[in-house]
């Protein structure tokens, strides 16, 4: 984890019925991720990635959400990347002109890329690479409870994310990525 980026994935698809929801959840992990960044010496939130993974379409209330949530962002200071989106995302979200709104280079394949540019980018923002080293967890200062079903990591700083749950469903393969989701 570094502080200044918050990875967020989300695990349902953006319609009508969850849009407000989801929205609570990513302003919620941003008001608590920004808290926590601040605490490490990072004074405030730069990069919001949404893992798009999991969305398969967006109707019209998605794409509202969506086009509010980067308004939203950019009116705090915070540039939203969008990594991973599908085709039919992408063929649905021109109906709002996303890559437009958002930037074509803000839009990334993987959660890797997206990441990865995020962190090489915390330096225009005065962050030096010593502060966000000293961030950069080892696999070993990662804690998994599998004896639970709760799906909750703990990482060495001390503060607990949501993964998915330890037992994975059968035929399907679980990745135990330091990120917040859904």
């Known amino acids: 984890m570094v502080p200044g980026i918050l990875a967020f994935r989300i695990d349902a698809p953006v319609y009508f019925a969850n849009a407000k929801t989801l929205e609570d959840k990513i302003e919620k992990a941003m008001v608590k991720y920004t808290a926590w960044s601040q605490i490490q010496g990072v004074p405030k939130l730069y990069y919001l990635i949404i893992d798009m993974t999991p969305i398969h379409h967006l109707d019209s209330m998605g794409l509202h959400f969506l086009e509010d949530m980067i308004f939203n962002t950019r009116q705090r200071g915070i540039q939203l990347i969008l990594a991973n989106p599908s085709r039919n995302v992408v063929q649905d979200?021109?109906?709002?002109?996303?890559?437009?709104?958002?930037?074509?280079?803000?839009?990334?394949?993987?959660?890797?890329?997206?990441?990865?540019?995020?962190?090489?980018?915390?330096?225009?923002?005065?962050?030096?690479?010593?502060?966000?080293?000293?961030?950069?967890?080892?696999?070993?200062?990662?804690?998994?409870?599998?004896?639970?079903?709760?799906?909750?990591?703990?990482?060495?700083?001390?503060?607990?994310l949501r993964t998915r749950p330890a037992g994975p469903p059968e035929g399907s393969s679980v990745s135990s990525s330091p990120f917040i989701s859904s």
């Open 93 to 160: 979200w021109h109906a709002v002109r996303v890559p437009e709104l958002i930037g074509r280079e803000f839009i990334f394949v993987s959660m890797h890329d997206a990441y990865m540019f995020a962190q090489q980018s915390l330096p225009d923002h005065g962050i030096s690479v010593q502060q966000i080293a000293v961030h950069m967890a080892p696999l070993s200062s990662v804690i998994v409870d599998k004896s639970s079903h709760s799906g909750t990591t703990t990482h060495a700083a001390g503060h607990t």
